[in-house]
Structures are given as C-alpha cells and as structure tokens.
C-alpha cells in the first residue's frame, strides 16, 4: 500500500511512476513527481519503480523563478 | 568594532497621513545633493494609471531624468516602492518592494523585486513612494522614522563597509530596542567597484534574533546607491495588522487572505516544499530536463548535479520561520546557521548566510562548472555582503571561465589565475577581488557586455565567437536557466523590458515540456498574457511566488490551468478589497498593460526600446561550437532531418550547426513579429498609437517620442 497525495493507494511489486500515473486523468499535466523526499522527473518515470510504503505527491506544476 | 559616529545634517519633521485604502497619497523625494527633503502628492490619475509600486516608480524616475541622463548623473534616481497591498499580514508574499533606477550595466530603466520589510514600513511612515536623487561627497544615512513623524538625512563616518555587519549594526541603532520595528536598505563595497552592485532589504528574524535580508539584485542598481555617497536608508515602523492598510473591505480582505494561506499550507508540503527547501528543488529537476546551465550555457547537465540540489540543501538549511514578509505562509527565505568561510575577512568566523537559492546555486555552482555546496554557500555570503548580484557574478565569471578555457584570454590577462571551470579557490577570488576593486576581478565586474569590448579590444579576442557565447541581452547577464530548446523562454528572456531575467515570463515547462504552445500565436499570446500578469505583482507589493508555486489540487481540470486562474480571480477579489476599486482577472492584466507599456517607451526615450535590442545571443538559442552539438547530436540531427526537412547525409557537424541556426534564428525573428502584433506594437517593436490611447499613457510626451521613431500618431 502507499499514500498518492495523502490517499491510501494501492501497490504492486514492480510499480514504476508510469504505471502509477495511468491510473489518473490528465496525467500528461505531471512532469515531476515526488517519492518521499525525493524529486523524479518525467524523464524518468518509467524507469523509476515506487517503493511499497511510500509517500507519492503528484507535483501539478513546475512555476520556476 | 570601530567606533562609528552619526551627525544630522537635515531633519523633516511632517504630520504622517492617515493610509486610505492601501495609499498614503503622497511620495518622499530626498536630493542629497544639498539635503534637501520634500513631499508630492500622489494624483488620482497617478493611482488609476500606474497603480502603485513599478508604476510609481517609473513615473517618478521618468519626470527625474532626461533623454541622455546616464547612470551616474545627479539627476539619475532611485526609486523605491511598494503598492497597494503591500503590508498586508493576511495574505501571504505581502511585502514586496521595487526598486528602480538607470542601470549601469543597460543604460536604461532597471526594475527589481525585493522582499524584507522596508517597502511597506515606507508606505505606513507616510510615502507610497521614494525618490533618492543628487550625490553627497560625503557618506549619508537616510532615516525615515514613522514613528516620531521625523525623515533625518545623517553623516556617516566610521560605519562598516560590508552590508553584513552595516545591516546589523543599523538595526540596534535605530531599533530603540525593538529591531523588528526596522528595515536597512544598504550595500557594500562590491557596489562601488562594479557595474553589478546590488542593494539588501532587512527584516527582522525574531527567532534568531537577526537582521536577515533580501537582494534587490538586478542591474547594478547598488552601484547607484554607493555612487550617491548613500550609506544606507532606514525605515522604522510599528507593529502592522491587517488594518493598518485601511483596507476598504476587511472582511473580504480576511476571507480571501485565510483562503490563499490555508491553501498554501495545506498544499505546499505535498508539492514543491518551498516552506522547508526554498527553490533549491529546481535545481535537480532543470537537471533532469536538461535546463541546468553548466558551463557557461553550454549543457543542461551535469552528473554532479544531485550534490548541490534540495536533498543537500534539506540538511544544510537551518530550520525553522523563514517569511521575508510577516504571515507569509510559503516562507521560503531559508538561511545556512553558523557557516565558517575558508577565505575573506571572515575567513574562521561564524555567519549567518540569506540562501541559497535556485539562481545563486546555478549562477555560482553549476554554471561554473562548481558542484559543491560550501563554495556555493561562500559565494552568497560575499556577494550578499559585498553588495554584488550573485546571478551577474555569476554569468560574468562563467563567461570569463570560457574565455579561458577556449585560450580567448590567458594568464597573463588574469594577473595569474587560472580561470578553468571548476575552479573553487578563483571563483571566490574573482568575488573578494570585485569588492576590492582590484586584479582581473575587477574586469568581470564590469559584466559580459564590458568585456567583449575589452577582452576584444585589449586582448584580441574574436569578438563574433564573444557574442556568440557572452550571455548578455541589453547589457544585462543572464539569470540561470537554459533556453536553447524553448522558443518561448527565448522570446521570455529577448522581450523582457529590462534585459533577460525569468520574472516576467517563465515559460519553459509550458512549451517544452507540456508543449501548451505549439503555434507562434499561442507563444505570442502567452508573452503577452504571463508577462502582463507577472507585472502586476510589482505594481501592488506582492510576490508572485504563492500564485503559481502552490497549485489548487483540481487546477488541471480548469480550462488554462498554466494561469492558476482561481488565484488569479483570488488576486483581483484582494485588490478591489484593499482598494475599493472594483476589478476582475482581465482588469489586472489591463492595470499591468498601461505600465509595461510605458516602460517600453521609457527604453525607447532612453536610445534603446527597438526590435534590434530584443536581439539575444546565439547561445541562447542553439548550439555554438561542436562540442555543444556533439553533446545531443541525436536531438539536433532529428530536428534538421524532421522539422527542416535537410538531407544531412555526408554533412559535417559544423554544416549542421551553420544550418540549424539559420532556421533558428528565423523562428527567433518570427516569434518578435507575433508578439509584437500581439501586443499592439509596431513591426519595430514600438507600441502604436492606437496602444498607448487605449491604455491612457498618451501624454504629450509619449506621443513626441513615438513621432520621432516614425510612428504615426
Ligand atoms: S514566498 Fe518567499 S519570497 Fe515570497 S514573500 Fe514569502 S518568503 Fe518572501
């Protein structure tokens, strides 16, 4: 299980960030998203697997300076 | 420390008014050249036209000087103001302030937004405005004290010179033992040996117990403040409510004030965490999309990136309440708590240090080629005290550095230091020594523009490949983000009024990555649209941070969810609240238009203004040498083969680069075209008749200068 923006979500071994976004709408609009304390970047969602227990903020908008 | 004296010179006692609506109706105008202080009063036409803070000052400074007025004449001005709402303790990033003055680096208008509390204590003392002209021979103290109704102009002798110990020592002075009722504007010794002085804004930190401060960094505009002989300026106040703006509707004012903070708390730690890590987070996320800029804008990447990103800065920044506005939820001012330089005069010593943040890490780290927190640290520290701008230090130093490397400049030029990329100990040397005045320091303290010529002139140099990688526009460096795969950001940056700095339109993520721009009309909309917007913060006191750092969690779903439009209707229902002048989300872009407008013209008054000075360099724009494209040759190959239909076969990398700027370039003169009609001005880049009596800045004067430069009126 993990926690998607606060919600219980749940998990499978193997999860990548790409797995995980396709279960949302408009998911096109998410180009980092955070594991923790960590930032991933779109470039690398497919890549990136989501660890059982986390903590996943989808970040809406990078705004910069 | 040295035993300092302060003598009065002149002493304005006057009533302070009564705030009505966020003004105080009337400016403060100080000519040290002879002491002397007055008062103007603020029109109706002035609140309806130029609305406060940026517009305010663009007025002022307009009325102040003339056609060939340079930087360091008499009749030169700096102008500081708020707006507004600033002030306003309910609704965060309330307490902006803009400076504005004739650059040293642009020789025309420079704008910078700064936080720390000096604006709004300005405006509760009685003056929606400042206006510093003349130059004293000898080193003034401005002090404006609300309190006791009294403006002093001072004498100063023996005070510190660097801005770090002058802050602190000022606030005791005049805090009559309440420092958080103080806000000192001061520099430091970098300012007078530069082009690329800045000034710092205080605020108290009562937890620590501390002067912290902003940067007003842009332009050079300490250097202006030192050659006036202004030591610093100081304004005291009280405490400040939500009332002490008189606000027109308190409750409303409450309502939507507690909505935006409670949205920002709720939301900013599940986002981008600005509250605990400032903008660092940028820092591995430009990384990932190749938008770092490394090596003087070479590359977007690094491996090394990760060690000077948010995950290090997490643990380096002291916690705790860092709002450089009193109630600012999204408080991202962080500081470093008992750092100890390796070098300079306060080499061993403990410091407190006001960042890092995003800028300062790539303009002072990534951009040269320096992956190393502790250095990064060293360099804010010094330049913060020594009154530099950490983002034109650093561009300037990374352009010098690639000089260097490419043999354009030598030792022998450098007075010994080997300039490569990387280096740490020359990097801070290239900083003490732009304090001092001294050694090729002081040469890359004149800034990119500078020297090209003397690097050229003195030296050599082939100055085409100069300005070819010299990331200077207008006169003015670079702020740190890489723009060769983003069309828009090059318009961002080429357009913006007052060289190329990212806070008046940050459009990189919308067209590269979220590609919300495919077509020119939509970039030109969008450089209309996001700069129109990003200047209304500075006309009102705000900061434009909790508008589209914190994002409502259903903000996808809404129709052009790159504008947070329920922050922006937010915004407009907080303005009519404070001022009782009803408006809504289109009216605050029509508020901004008649300002940026006239700040366009002001360039043009100025000798500059025209479609010629939006041109950028190429580097800015695509690859220079062939490392660079040999660097993502895959990218460059596909988009000649696919976008511009070229048979590369059998060419060599040095044909495709000659060919891909060819295209480039055009895109680049294209993009100006649609934006100017966009904008409503002339293919020339100037605005139109039709323009400026649309937005009621058709004064006798505008229209002259529009005549002159052939525009039919
Ligand atoms: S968001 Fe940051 S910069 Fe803006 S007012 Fe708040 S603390 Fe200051």
């Known amino acids: 299980m993990i926690k998607v923006n606060g919600e219980k979500h749940s998990w499978y071994q193997g999860m990548t960030i790409k797995d995980l976004l396709n279960n949302f709408n408009k998911s096109h609009l998410y180009a980092v998203v955070r594991i923790n304390d960590k930032h991933i970047s779109m470039p690398y969602f497919e890549k990136t697997l989501i660890p059982d227990n986390s903590e996943v903020f989808l970040i809406p908008m990078i705004a910069g300076g | 420390m040295k035993e300092y004296k302060m003598e009065p010179l002149n002493t304005f006692n006057y009533d302070r008014p009564v705030i009505e609506k966020g003004y105080a109706n009337q400016t403060l105008c100080i000519d040290i050249s002879d002491f002397v202080i007055s008062v103007k009063p603020v029109t109706e036409k002035m609140k309806n036209v130029f609305i406060g803070g940026k517009g305010f000052d663009l007025w002022l400074l307009w009325n102040a000087v003339n056609n060939t007025t340079k930087w360091n004449d008499p009749e030169n001005a700096i102008c500081i103001a708020s707006g507004p709402m600033g002030g306003t303790p309910v609704y965060p990033g309330s307490g902006k302030s803009i400076v504005t003055t004739i650059s040293p680096l642009t020789g025309s208008v420079i704008d910078s937004n700064v936080g720390g509390y000096f604006g709004p204590y300005l405006k509760f003392s009685g003056f929606d405005a400042l206006e510093v002209t003349g130059k004293s021979l000898k080193d003034v103290v401005i002090f404006i004290d609300g309190i006791d109704e009294k403006v002093q102009i001072f004498k100063a002798s023996g005070l510190p010179d660097d801005s770090y110990t002058l802050s602190a020592t000022l606030t005791e002075h005049f805090a009559k033992g309440k420092p958080r009722n103080i806000s000192v504007v001061s520099t430091g010794p970098g300012a007078k040996n530069t082009r690329m002085g800045c000034l710092n804004f205080t605020w108290y930190d009562l937890k620590r117990k501390r002067a912290r401060y902003k940067q007003a960094g842009r332009g050079g505009i300490g250097g202006v403040f030192a050659d006036k002989g202004i030591k610093a300026i100081v304004a005291r106040w009280n405490t400040v ?4 703006n008189n606000p027109a509707d308190a409750n409303t004012l409450k309502d939507v004030g507690r909505k935006h903070s409670r949205e920002v708390v709720e939301l900013d730690p599940k986002q981008n965490q600005m509250a605990q890590i400032g903008t660092t987070h940028l820092v591995p996320i430009m990384n990932d999309f190749d938008l770092l800029p490394t090596h003087n804008f070479q590359y977007g990447q690094h491996s090394e990136a990760d060690n000077i990103g948010q995950e290090v800065f997490r643990r380096i920044f002291d916690p705790g309440y860092d709002g450089c506005w009193m109630g600012c939820t999204l408080a991202c001012s962080h500081g470093v708590k008992d750092f100890v330089p390796l070098t300079g005069p306060y080499k061993g010593l403990k410091v407190f240090v006001d960042g890092p943040e995003y800028e300062t890490i790539a303009g002072c780290g990534s951009n040269l080629g320096i992956f190393d927190p502790h250095t990064i640290i060293e360099m804010n520290f010094y330049c913060d005290t020594y009154g530099l701008d950490t983002i034109s230090v650093g561009t300037s130093t990374a352009f010098a550095m690639e000089c260097f490397e490419m043999g354009l400049i030598n030792e022998s030029h450098t007075h010994g230091m080997n300039l490569l990329f990387g280096n740490r100990s020359a990097a801070l040397e290239v900083v003490h020594q732009m304090a001092r005045g001294e050694g090729f320091g002081q040469i890359i303290g004149r800034g990119v523009r500078q020297m090209k010529v003397i690097f050229s002139r003195d030296y050599g140099a082939d100055p085409d490949l100069m300005q070819d990688i ?124 008649a300002v ?52 590369i076969t059998g060419k060599t990398t040095e044909e495709k680069i000659v060919l891909l700027r060819e295209f480039r370039e055009k895109l680049y003169e294209k993009l100006k075209d649609a934006v100017y009609k966009r904008r409503g001005w002339t293919n020339n880049g100037i605005p139109t008749k039709e323009t400026v009596k649309r937005l009621g800045i058709d004064f006798p004067e505008v229209l002259e200068l529009l005549r002159a430069h052939g525009v039919e009126t």
């Open chain 2, 241 to 244: 409510t939500t009332k002490t």
């Open chain 2, 596 to 647: 940026y407008n006239f700040q366009r013209i002001f360039n043009l008054k100025m000798g500059f203004g025209q479609r010629e000075h939006d041109n950028i360099p190429y580097r800015a724009v695509g690859p220079v040498k062939t490392v660079e494209y040999e660097s993502r040759t895959e990218r460059y190959d596909k988009q000649l083969v696919e976008k511009h239909n070229v048979d």
């Open chain 2, 470 to 593: 010299g990331m200077e526009a207008k006169g003015l460096e670079f702020s740190e983000y890489m723009t060769k795969e983003s069309l828009a950001q090059q318009g961002g940056y080429g357009l913006a009024l007052k060289g190329p700095q990212h806070d008046e339109a940050w459009l990189i993520f919308l067209d590269m990555v979220h590609n919300f721009m495919p077509t020119f009309e939509k970039k030109a909309e969008a450089l209309h649209w996001f700069p129109m917007f990003r200047t209304w913060f500075g006309l009102c006191g705000l900061c434009k941070l909790p508008w589209n750092d914190v994002v409502p969690e259903d903000n996808k779903d809404t129709l052009e969810p790159a504008k947070v439009m329920k922050h922006v209707e937010w915004y407009a229902d907080y303005y009519t609240a404070v001022t009782g002048r009803q408006t809504t989300a289109d009216g605050l872009i029509r508020m901004s238009e």
